[in-house]
Nanobody, 120 residues
Framework: QVQLVESGGDLVQPGGSLRLSCAAS????????MGWYRQGPGKQRELVAT???????KYADTVKGRFTISRDNAKNTVDLQMSSLKPEDTAVYYC??????????????WGQGSQVTVSS
């Protein structure tokens, strides 16, 4: 079955950097948009960044200039490079991808979630 597996969550000091990675595996025919969302304590899940198969990116205003999303279409991976981290970036980060499986079914998949904590 298709699944997304994340890695890279950690505790980091304010001003620090961290890289999240997400790999899609299984019977994949094609992947459209991929992205990262986050859910902070007591908050709703929100969009962080997305990237199309062609490399077009979109960012939340709160992370523009600090976060960079990238993907490797050959490896079915998407990364999120986070810099100048702030305590308000603390959240569980979720990878998301719109995937067509080999049966031709298109749906959204989610990773398991990665805890990012920004604290001194």
């Amino acid at each position: 079955q298709v699944q997304l597996v994340e890695s890279g969550g950690d505790l980091v000091q304010p001003g620090g950097s961290l890289r999240l990675s997400c790999a899609a595996s299984g019977p994949i025919f094609g992947i459209n948009a991929m992205g990262w969302y986050r859910q902070g304590p007591g908050k709703q899940r929100e969009l962080v960044a997305t990237i199309t198969s062609g490399g077009l990116t979109k960012y939340a205003d709160t992370v523009k200039g600090r976060f960079t999303i990238s993907r490797d279409n050959a490896k079915n991976t998407v990364d999120l490079q986070m810099s100048s981290l702030k305590p308000e970036d603390t959240a569980v980060y979720y990878c998301n991808a719109n995937i067509t499986n080999r049966l031709g079914n298109l749906r959204a998949y989610w990773g398991q979630g990665s805890q990012v904590t920004v604290s001194s």
